[in-house]
């Protein structure tokens, strides 16, 4: 497949901890920084305790997407009332 013309390769090197993210498009470009942006900013946000934590749920959580599918469900039904069992 031939990339989009006058589009070859970017390279995103973020100025505050150094990740090199490579993208083939325009759009993974964008996906990429946007996506890095929003992690320092949620990062930001956590005092040391609260990103240990955060990070190793999101690790149990990435690795299992059926857990990841479960777990959401269960807090939808919980959101709703529903039974708790």
Known sequence: MTPACGWDQAVFRCGRC???HTANTEDDYLKAVGAHRDAHAVW???NPIERDGFA???RTILSAPD???EFLA???RQATGGDSR
């Open 74 to 76: 269960l807090a939808d």
């Open 67 to 69: 857990l990841a599918v």
């Open 18 to 20: 150094g990740i090199v």
């Open 44 to 46: 930001d946000r956590l």
């Open 56 to 58: 190793s749920i999101l």
